[in-house]
């Protein structure tokens, strides 16, 4: 079992270990694995090929890691807890034996399909346990999971069908989604008519939705699964054999097929988890990701059941039935970890405080977010509302890329500041560099975030272009992975993450992160929601444009809130920062993992509105009409 940090000196101890002896540090955590054949090589490396092998020749599978490695004290204990979309309905509990021959049986299925080790294999589904199942299944063969979000159109779905190559897309008859049912099967109907290496499609039965039926590619789940062997022993995989693709979010440009490998990101996961949530025994972990984001591939199933958790799987939405549907939760489970997004806390704190009252939260240790800087009232009221001042709040920074959290607090270790990300996990060794790539190595410093050693989780190529994996991570600065985000570091060495570098606003030369002028903004109490851009300026170079959601007027109408806006803004950062221009929307673009999509809104802010390049990964593109409207209006 991998050991768990329990103090901050543990934290400093470890950390300086995996600094100056990384290969040691990450070898120790590795031995706690099963390993069919231990490795040659701890790590063999340059980031300018780029090469990265983790555990060189290592054999194993990552399933035999999660089952068998625990089955003999765990058989019986609920590895996945399923809640479904309406809450009365029945519940689903999975216990390590039970999701085990659901595995074996859905991994043979797929062979006498005629899938092999190394085929692709792409999904298409809503957050019920066969999406688990089938993705371990991948696993245990070999076979290359491709997860696609189920939010995406026909179109992006087919080019992920396309780019990946894949035999083979796993879906379901429909899925439940609030009081809405996705016609999911239709979609992938409509993207399967255009991709020829698609060759079966396996349909789980969910919402008993009328579907279009071919029988030379369909196949049931339920059919195949009547008849398959319960048997399966797991392939033999190398440590550096493809375990997933996923592609992007795609908040800034075209999709990129993110490859992580067996070994890595199998310690990585597990790792980190571990660490982070301070899972103990017995505790109830809810992440309220999906799992077509790499959030749901690393901490809904992979990390969690890598160290024998019982992880929950919710197949609705926070608001249905109403905005207190994550607090039914936590207390119909006794969750002991929550772990979810600041898009989804700004949205339930805008409901109100009626949806949190009276719900019983006592069985709650940790909360935690990813995926977007969170601002500090949205911290606070995390924190207050529904941690009762008593859970540490752990603000996760990472990215696909990364495979696993890299910079975060350890829960109830590492003090936390609201808006930080606070310290580096050991294994990651953050700098920041300026435009020219020089370190900036004094402790308080602002610029981009790179990362200068290799971490076993990290990706190792783009699907099919390693070309592109080396000129968009490594060819910025030399010898540096680049994540693509500025960062500011204080004189406590913490990190806080300032958003997106190519969102970052020079005014009159003074940098500026979308993160902070937000933060700054979101403090204004009728504002819910804001983002700020820039937009080209006579005398300053770059003004600031301030995209605002407000939940109500206050007397003094729109012109009242802009002034009060720009004064709030003055006083928290400072003149430079007051925005040029506000424009009140009633909701912002988001990318269906619920970022907000600033080049879109940087390109009306310049008053271009027709050339948003790809916006496939939209959520919804009327906000975007209603968008311009406004600007048309507000110029
Ligand atoms: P694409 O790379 O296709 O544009 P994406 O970057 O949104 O999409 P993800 O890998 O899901 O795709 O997101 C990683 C990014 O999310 C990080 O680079 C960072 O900008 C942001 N992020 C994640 N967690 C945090 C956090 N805790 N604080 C601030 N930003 C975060
Ligand atoms: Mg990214």
Not at 601 to 628: C, H, M, P, Q, W
Request: glycine share 8%; with cysteine; proline share 5%.
């Amino acid at each position: 079992m991998i050991d768990k940090i329990s103090t901050l000196g543990g934290y400093i101890h470890e950390y300086q270990k995996s600094v100056t002896k990384p290969e040691e540090f990450w070898s120790r955590i590795a031995e706690s694995f099963f390993w069919k054949k231990k490795w040659d090589k701890i790590l063999d490396w340059n980031f300018s090929e780029p090469k990265i092998n983790w555990f060189t020749n290592g054999k194993m599978n990552i399933t035999e890691n999660i089952f068998e490695r625990h089955l003999f004290i765990r058989g019986n204990q609920p590895a996945i807890i399923w809640e479904p979309n309406e809450p009365n309905d029945e519940n689903r509990v999975l216990t390590y034996n039970e999701l085990f021959t659901e595995v074996k049986k859905f991994s043979n299925v797929l062979l006498q399909h005629g899938i092999k080790k190394g085929d692709r294999i792409a999904f298409y589904m809503p957050m019920i346990p066969e999406l688990a199942i089938a993705m371990l299944a991948c696993a245990r063969i070999g076979a290359i999971h491709s997860i696609v979000f189920a939010g995406f159109s026909a179109n992006s779905l087919a080019d992920r069908i396309i780019d990946a190559e894949a035999k083979m897309v796993i879906t379901s008859d429909g899925g439940y989604r609030g009081s809405k049912i996705i016609p999911i099967k239709e979609i992938v109907d409509e993207a399967v008519s255009t991709c020829p290496t698609v060759e079966k499609v396996i349909v789980v039965q969910r919402t008993n939705s009328e579907i279009a039926f071919d029988d030379k590619i369909d196949l049931w789940w339920h059919e195949c699964m009547a008849g398959a062997e319960e048997y399966h022993e797991a392939e033999t995989m190398d440590a550096e054999d493809t375990l997933f693709i996923l592609y992007t979010s795609g908040s800034t440009d075209k999709p990129k097929g993110i490859v992580h490998t067996c070994g890595g990101y199998m310690v990585y996961t597990a790792y980190t988890f571990k660490n982070v949530f301070q899972y103990s025994d017995g505790d109830i972990y809810f992440c309220s990701a999906d799992i077509g984001w790499i959030t749901g591939h690393s901490y809904i199933v992979y990390g969690p059941l890598l160290n024998g958790a019982t992880t929950m799987m919710f197949e609705g939405i926070p608001t249905y039935p109403d905005a207190g549907r994550y607090w039914d939760i936590v207390s119909k489970y006794n969750v002991s970890q929550f772990y979810t997004a600041p898009t989804a806390i700004r949205s339930l704190m805008s409901k109100g405080q009626e949806y949190v009252e009276n719900k019983d939260l006592s069985s709650l240790k940790v909360l935690g977010t990813v995926g977007e800087p969170i601002n500090e009232e949205a911290w606070h009221w995390y924190h207050d509302h529904i941690g009762k001042n008593r859970c540490p709040i752990v603000d996760t920074w990472w990215q696909t890329e990364t495979g696993g959290i890299a910079i975060s607090p350890i829960a109830g270790i590492i003090p936390t500041k609201p808006s930080f990300a606070t310290l580096p996990l050991p294994g990651i060794q953050p700098i920041i560099v300026d435009a020219e790539g020089k370190e900036l190595s004094e402790k308080s410093v602002e610029g981009n975030l790179c990362i200068k050693y290799p971490w076993p989780g990290m990706l190792r190529t783009i699907w099919g272009d390693h070309e592109r994996f080396k000129k968009t991570y490594f060819s910025t600065y030399e010898n540096l992975y680049f994540t693509g985000d500025g960062v500011k570091r204080d004189e406590d060495g913490y990190y806080r993450i300032l958003g997106r570098v190519d969102d970052v606003i020079n005014v009159s030369g003074h940098r500026m992160g979308t993160a902070e002028v937000e933060n700054a903004i979101n403090e204004h109490p009728l504002v819910n929601e804001s983002a700020v851009v820039g937009f080209p300026h006579d005398i300053k170079g770059q003004g600031i444009y301030a995209f605002v959601v407000c939940g109500e007027l206050s007397t003094g109408g729109v012109e009242g809130i802009k002034t009060s806006i720009q004064k709030g803004v003055t006083k928290i950062i400072g003149p430079i920062a007051k925005p040029d221009r506000i424009q009140l929307v009633r909701s912002l673009p988001k990318t269906r993992s619920g970022k907000i999509m600033r080049r879109i809104l940087r390109k009306i802010a310049e008053g271009d509105y027709s050339n948003f390049g790809d916006i496939s990964t939209l959520l919804d593109t009327s906000v975007v009409d209603e968008i311009i409207k406004g600007a048309l209006e507000n110029v």
